[in-house]
């Protein structure tokens, strides 16, 4: 395997120790629709929020925040496959919320975690393009326009 899979594993690895930590439950890691996937798919310790949680890895800070690597299209994936997720296992009485997980660092010097809490918002029609959004696929998906 690449060495940027082996961090990035050992990114979700360290992230999921975070979540634990904090009392959610870890449904799924690597969770995967069609070619879409959600790295983590947690509940709050309330058991009232589904949590979909993307994770980003990065050695050093000097390539930037990690997490601005999540993009327009990243994230409409991430809704769409969270849609699957939650028509799949009948999750609907759930509220939702998507997080993302910044982890910088090495296993050797240790790894700092920035953790944001509703990152990104998955009813602004403006995160979606003008191809997007008159699709009849997305329009016909729950939660999308």
């Not at 000097?62 to 999750?91: Q, S």
């Not at 050797?108 to 990152?119: N, Q, S, V, Y």
Request: hydrophobic share 35%; with cysteine.
């Amino acid at each position: 395997m690449a060495a940027h899979n082996d961090l990035g594993r050992r990114g979700e690895d360290v992230a999921e120790e975070y979540l634990i930590k904090k009392g959610w439950y870890i449904r799924h890691r690597d969770w995967r629709s069609g070619h879409r996937d959600i790295d983590i798919v947690a509940i709050d310790e309330d058991m009232t929020t589904l949590l979909v949680v993307e994770v980003k890895t990065r050695t050093t800070a000097m390539m930037g925040e990690p997490d601005k690597a999540i993009d327009t299209e990243k994230r409409n994936n991430i809704i769409i496959a969270t849609a699957d997720y939650v028509r799949l296992f009948r999750l609907d009485h759930l509220a939702v919320r998507y997080d993302t997980i910044s982890v910088t660092g090495t296993p050797d010097g240790g790894f700092t975690i920035e953790h944001k809490e509703d990152a990104f918002d998955v009813t602004s029609r403006y995160q979606f393009t003008d191809r997007q959004r008159k699709s009849a696929y997305y329009n016909k998906r729950p939660g999308c326009w």
